[in-house]
C-alpha cells in the first residue's frame, strides 16, 4: 500500500486502540479517549492502559497485544522514552496506522533526536503510516466516521475544507477559530515531526477524497520540494490549495527550525515555489480562513470584473482601491442594467459601479440592486456590502440578498459593517453559503484569491524544455579536467564552452596567452573588445583590476595587456595566470541576471532579475526549481518588479524577452543534467531588442566537492 492509501485507513478506521487512555482529570490519555469514546466514533475504541482496568467505564487492557479483536489504528499517548517500543507491539498487533502524540523528540534535541530516528525504524519495519510524532492528532467529520483523535474541546462542523498543520498548537487555533465562526471541515491533521508521514503524503490522500473541496496548509518546512510541487500542480488542476509559510524572517526560520527540528529555507525560494505550482499563500491564519470559505462555498469567477453594491460611499471606495490593488477591476455595468436601477430607483442613487444605493436604502433596494448586477453580462462577481442604519433592516436585507443570487453562477460575498446582535442575518447567508466579512478589504482579497486561482488554472499547459542539440561529452570532460587539478572554480573559457555545449548565446570570444595573441584576437573579433583575466584562482575580476573595457584598436590592447598583468599579479602574487580573454564589446542592451544555486533541500534553483548593478541594489529577481517548463521561463520574466525596462519604456524598443526564456530554459536543462554543478551567476546576460537575440558577457560557475555523478 501507498502511504496515501495507509492514510485511509487512518481517517476511516474500524477500530483503535488508545495507548496512554487514562480516568485522570486533565490528561492528554483522557481527553483524547473521551473525544473518540463520545464524539459518536462510528468504531471500536480500547483504551491501553498498564495499570488501569478501566477507563471511563471501558475495559482496558495492559498492552495493544492483549486486545482480543483486530485494531486498525494506535493512538500513542505515552513518555518519549517508551514509545518506540510501544510502537513495535502495535505493529506485532497489525495496526496498520498510529497517531504518536506524545512529544519529547527531535524538537528537543539531545536523545530526543535518537527516540525519533528508532520510531521512524519501527514504522518501516513493519510497514505502517506513523503520523507524528509531536501531533496534535487527526479528525474526520464524516457521519459513518465521526472520529477525534485529538485532545481538542471542539468537534468541528462538517465541511468541504481539509485543514494540515504542521504545528499542534497552530491546530488547537484553528479548530477553536473554526468553531467561532462556524466554519464546516471535511478533515484535520496535525503532523508534527513527521516522522513518516508528512504534507505529500496528505495531498496525495486528499487530492481524490470526495469529502474535500478546498485544502489547507501550514507548513514550517517541506520534506520533498520536488515532488510538493508535482502533486500539488496536479492537485490544484481541480482542487485549491492555500498555505501559511511560516518562517519569513530570519528569525522566524531559526525558530521554525527549533520548532520542527527541520530546515525551513529560503523564504524567497517558498514564494517562487508556491507560484510554480499553483498553491495560493497567505500570510495569516485568519485570511487562510476567509479565502478558504470563500473557494468552498462559491462558484468560481469567470473573470476579473466585480460590481460593489453599497450603501455607503467610503466601503465602497476601500473596496474598489483593495479589489483593483489586488488584479481586479470594476465592472463596466451594461446599459439595460443602468436602465433597470434608472427606472426603480430614487435620483440619489449613483447607478456607476460602484453602485452606491445610500444611506437609507432598504432591502427592496438592496434586491432590485443584486438583481441588475448579478445578471449582468458584464459582471463576473459581486460584493455587496451594508453599513447597517437605523432604518437598516439586517435580517430582511439577507434574505433579499439570498434570494437574488439563488441561481447565479457567479461568486457574491457579503459585507456587514455591524457588530450586536446580528446573528440571525448571518445564519441567512450561511444557509446560503455566501461569505460574509466585517470589512470590504477582507472579502476584495478572498475574490482577488480566486480570481489568481482562477487564472492560474487557464494557463497555456507547456512541457518542460528538452533540447538534443547539446554538447554533454564537452560538459563532461570540462569538468573532468577541474575535478582532476582539485578546482571548484572554472574559469572563464571553460564556463563559456559549458554555456555553449547547451546552446546559450555567448558573446564572441578568444583565449589569449600573450600579447600578440591579445592582438590577433581582437582583429579577428573587431574592435572595441574587452579584455578579462584568466586564471582558476581568480573568482572576482573586477577586485584585482583584472578587466579592461571599450579597447578602440591594437595600441589600446597593447597598454591594456601590460597594465593588467602588471596590476594583477601585484594584487595577487603567485597567482596561476592562464592569459586573458579577449571579448567583443557588447552595446545596446539591457543588463539581466540568470543565476543557479545548487540547495541541499530544493535542488538547483534558477534565478532571474535585471543585472549589472541593478542585482545587488534592488535585489530584483525570481526563483523556480529546476527543471522549468516554457511557461515557467515566461512567468520568471514577467516576474520582476523591471518588467517594464524590458518590454520598452519610454520610446525604447522592447527587448527581446523570446531569448531570454529559451536561455532559461536551456540553463535549466543544464543544471538538471550535470549535478556536480553546484553554483552559477550569468552576469549580465545582455538582451538585445526584440528579434535581436541575447549574448551572455561574463560568466562564473562552481562545480560541488565530492564524487556526484552526472546524467549519463
Request: glycine residues 4%; hydrophobic residues 40%; proline residues 5%.
Given at each position: 500500500m501507498t502511504k496515501a492509501e495507509q492514510l485511509k485507513t487512518i481517517f476511516s478506521p474500524r477500530s483503535i486502540a488508545v495507548i496512554g487512555a487514562s480516568a485522570k482529570q486533565q490528561s492528554l490519555g483522557r481527553a483524547v479517549f473521551a473525544n473518540l469514546l463520545f464524539a459518536t466514533y462510528g468504531g471500536c475504541v480500547y483504551p491501553v492502559n498498564t495499570k488501569a482496568k478501566s477507563v471511563l467505564g471501558v475495559r482496558a487492557y495492559p498492552s495493544v497485544t492483549d486486545i482480543p479483536d483486530e485494531v486498525d489504528l494506535a493512538v500513542v499517548l505515552v513518555p518519549a522514552g517508551i514509545v518506540p517500543e510501544v510502537l513495535r507491539d502495535a505493529g506485532r498487533k497489525g495496526c496498520k496506522g498510529a497517531i504518536v502524540i506524545s512529544a519529547g523528540f527531535k524538537e528537543i534535541g539531545g536523545q530526543g533526536v535518537e527516540l525519533e530516528r528508532q520510531l521512524g525504524e519501527v514504522a518501516r519495519s513493519f510497514g505502517m503510516a506513523v503520523i507524528g510524532p509531536n501531533c496534535f492528532g487527526v479528525i474526520n467529520t464524516e457521519p459513518e466516521v465521526s472520529m477525534n483523535a485529538t485532545f481538542s474541546r471542539n468537534f468541528p462542523l462538517r465541511g468541504k475544507i481539509a485543514f494540515i498543520s504542521q504545528s499542534g498548537a497552530i491546530g488547537v487555533a484553528a479548530l477553536e477559530y473554526a468553531a467561532g465562526r462556524k466554519i464546516g471541515f471535511s478533515k484535520f491533521a496535525s503532523v508534527g515531526n513527521?516522522?513518516?508521514?508528512?504534507?505529500?503524503?496528505?495531498?496525495?490522500?486528499?487530492?481524490?477524497?470526495?469529502?474535500?473541496?478546498?485544502?489547507?496548509?501550514y507548513v514550517e518546512n517541506l520534506e520533498d520540494p520536488k515532488e510538493f510541487i508535482n502533486l500539488a500542480q496536479r492537485i490544484s488542476e481541480h482542487k485549491p490549495i492555500l498555505a501559511v509559510k511560516s518562517g519569513r524572517t530570519t528569525e522566524g526560520a531559526k525558530a521554525a527550525a527549533s520548532h520542527t527540528g527541520a530546515l525551513s529555507g529560503s523564504d524567497e525560494v517558498y514564494d517562487s515555489l508556491f507560484a510554480q505550482c499553483g498553491v495560493l499563500r497567505v500570510e495569516t491564519l485568519e485570511d487562510l480562513f476567509r479565502f478558504g470559505v470563500a473557494f468552498a462555498n462559491q462558484p468560481l469567477p469567470r473573470g476579473r470584473k466585480v460590481a460593489i453594491v453599497t450603501n455607503a460611499g467610503g466601503p465602497g471606495i476601500m473596496a474598489t482601491d483593495i479589489a483593483v490593488r489586488h488584479g481586479l477591476e470594476l465592472a463596466r455595468l451594461t446599459p439595460e442594467s443602468k436602465s433597470l436601477l434608472r427606472s426603480k430607483m430614487p435620483a440619489t442613487v449613483s447607478l456607476d459601479n460602484p453602485v452606491d444605493l445610500v444611506g437609507d436604502a432598504d432591502e427592496t433596494r438592496y434586491g432590485l440592486a443584486m438583481q441588475a448586477v448579478v445578471r449582468d453580462e458584464n459582471v463576473d462577481s459581486v460584493i455587496a456590502i451594508c453599513v447597517p442604519q437605523m432604518l437598516t433592516n439586517l435580517q430582511a436585507t439577507s434574505e433579499m440578498i439570498v434570494q437574488q443570487v439563488r441561481t447565479s453562477d457567479k461568486p457574491v460575498s457579503a459585507v456587514y459593517?455591524?457588530?450586536?446582535?446580528?446573528?440571525?442575518?448571518?445564519?441567512?447567508?450561511?444557509?446560503?453559503?455566501?461569505?460574509?466579512?466585517?470589512?470590504?478589504?477582507?472579502?476584495?482579497?478572498?475574490?482577488?484569491?480566486?480570481?489568481?486561482?482562477?487564472?492560474?488554472?487557464?494557463?497555456?499547459?507547456?512541457?518542460?524544455?528538452?533540447?538534443?542539440?547539446?554538447?554533454?561529452?564537452?560538459?563532461?570532460?570540462?569538468?573532468?579536467?577541474?575535478?582532476?587539478?582539485?578546482?571548484?572554480?572554472?574559469?572563464?573559457?571553460?564556463?563559456?564552452?559549458?554555456?555553449?555545449?547547451?546552446?546559450l548565446p555567448m558573446s564572441r570570444s578568444v583565449h589569449a596567452g600573450d600579447e600578440a595573441d591579445c592582438v590577433r584576437a581582437a582583429k579577428e573579433i573587431g574592435f572595441p573588445v574587452v579584455m578579462k583575466i584568466v586564471s582558476p584562482q581568480i573568482v572576482h575580476k573586477v577586485d584585482v583590476g583584472g578587466v579592461r573595457l571599450n579597447l578602440q584598436n591594437e595600441a589600446d590592447v597593447k597598454a591594456a595587456y601590460a597594465s593588467l598583468m602588471r596590476q594583477v599579479t601585484t594584487a595577487r602574487p603567485g597567482a596561476d595566470i592562464w592569459g586573458v580573454l579577449i571579448q567583443e564589446m557588447v552595446r545596446k542592451g539591457k543588463e539581466t541576471i540568470l543565476g543557479m544555486k545548487r540547495d541541499p533541500h530544493f535542488g538547483a534553483l534558477l534565478m532571474f532579475g535585471l543585472g549589472g548593478i541593478y542585482v545587488e541594489v534592488f535585489k530584483d529577481v525570481v526563483f523556480r526549481i529546476a527543471p522549468i517548463q516554457e511557461l515557467g521561463a515566461r512567468d520568471m520574466i514577467e516576474g520582476i518588479k523591471g518588467i517594464k525596462l524590458l518590454r520598452g519604456f519610454r520610446g525604447e524598443p522592447p527587448s527581446d524577452l523570446e531569448a531570454v526564456a529559451q536561455s532559461l530554459t536551456r540553463l535549466s536543462q543544464l543544471v538538471t543534467e550535470f549535478p556536480e554543478i553546484d553554483e552559477m551567476d550569468i552576469n549580465p546576460l545582455i538582451v538585445l531588442p526584440s528579434g535581436s537575440g541575447a549574448k551572455v558577457v561574463d560568466a562564473r560557475i562552481l562545480i560541488a566537492d565530492g564524487d556526484v555523478t552526472a546524467l549519463q
Open positions: 513527521k516522522v513518516d508521514i508528512h504534507e505529500n503524503h496528505m495531498l496525495e490522500a486528499l487530492a481524490e477524497d470526495p469529502e474535500t473541496d478546498v485544502i489547507l496548509l459593517m455591524a457588530t450586536g446582535d446580528i446573528e440571525s442575518s448571518l445564519k441567512i447567508l450561511d444557509g446560503a453559503k455566501i461569505p460574509h466579512y466585517r470589512f470590504p478589504e477582507d472579502a476584495a482579497r478572498a475574490l482577488s484569491a480566486m480570481t489568481r486561482y482562477v487564472n492560474w488554472r487557464q494557463r497555456p499547459h507547456t512541457e518542460i524544455a528538452h533540447y538534443e542539440d547539446v554538447d554533454r561529452d564537452a560538459v563532461r570532460g570540462i569538468i573532468a579536467r577541474a575535478r582532476k587539478d582539485r578546482r571548484r572554480f572554472l574559469p572563464e573559457p571553460e564556463a563559456h564552452a559549458v554555456l555553449r555545449a547547451y546552446g
